[in-house]
């Protein structure tokens, strides 16, 4: 099955930095990439998404890239505002969920700090 | 529109006990998923609808059954709680072909 790594496990980077969030997939038929914020004790929030006949995706201060040679996709987050802060989960998937659900990283910890 | 709805949004359960975690989506989506968030170790796939009328193990279906009651529901149950059953259980749809899933509050499970 799939297998989805995500680097780091933390991040703290002063406000108004960038932040770049890492992901690895296994699976090469995987085809849809999305991205989810999760604030403490809430649910996991869909920020982006990327599909596999696309290279880069940007929406405001956020984007995501794919490479797929490579089998990684990144989140890049411009301009850092406290609101920020969260656990930042990146997910695979071989047919945009339908067929197998999401395969999930074990999230990135983003820390603002003032 | 609510959305993804889940009840109970606590529960806690003795060991052998069993339980049915609820879920209902008004958002006409077609797929429908459980999925169980533990610390450190991300979202995993427990079932999944991908139609009315289907249901597919995920990566983690032991100790669990489901059951797609029409379009809008879709109900999780444990039929002899664990310990290792202890964990935060979210609810998603989605619609076209399974992008953007949409997750509920979550029902946080502890079983003693």
């Known amino acids: 099955g799939e297998n989805v790594e995500q680097h780091p496990s933390t991040l703290s980077v002063q406000e108004g930095d960038s932040a770049v969030i890492k992901c690895t997939y296994s699976d090469s038929a995987s085809n849809y990439f999305p991205w989810y914020k999760q604030e403490l004790g809430k649910r996991p929030q869909l920020i982006i998404d990327?599909?596999?006949?696309?290279g880069e995706k940007k929406d405001q201060r956020i984007a995501v890239t794919l490479n797929k040679t490579a089998k990684h996709f990144s989140l890049h987050i411009t301009e850092t505002q406290p609101e920020d802060s969260a656990v930042y989960f990146c997910a695979a998937s071989r047919s945009g969920g339908g067929a197998d659900g999401l395969t999930f990283g074990k999230g990135t910890h983003l820390i603002i700090q003032p | 529109n609510a959305g993804v709805t889940q009840t109970p949004k606590f529960q806690v359960l003795k060991t052998g006990q069993s339980m049915t975690l609820q879920c209902a989506q008004d958002?006409?989506?077609?797929?429908m998923y459980w999925y169980r968030q533990d610390p450190g170790m991300g979202l995993r796939l427990i079932y999944y609808s991908a139609s009315e009328g289907t249901t597919d193990k995920g990566e983690v279906p032991n100790g669990y059954n489901v059951s797609r009651l029409n379009k809008r529901e879709f109900s999780l149950r444990l039929e002899s709680a664990a310990p290792s059953q202890t964990s935060v259980y979210f609810c998603a749809s989605s619609g076209h072909r399974g992008y953007e899933q949409y997750f509920g509050p979550g029902t946080r499970l502890t079983v003693t």
């Open positions: 990327i599909r596999s006949n696309v």
């Open positions: 958002m006409n989506h077609n797929s």
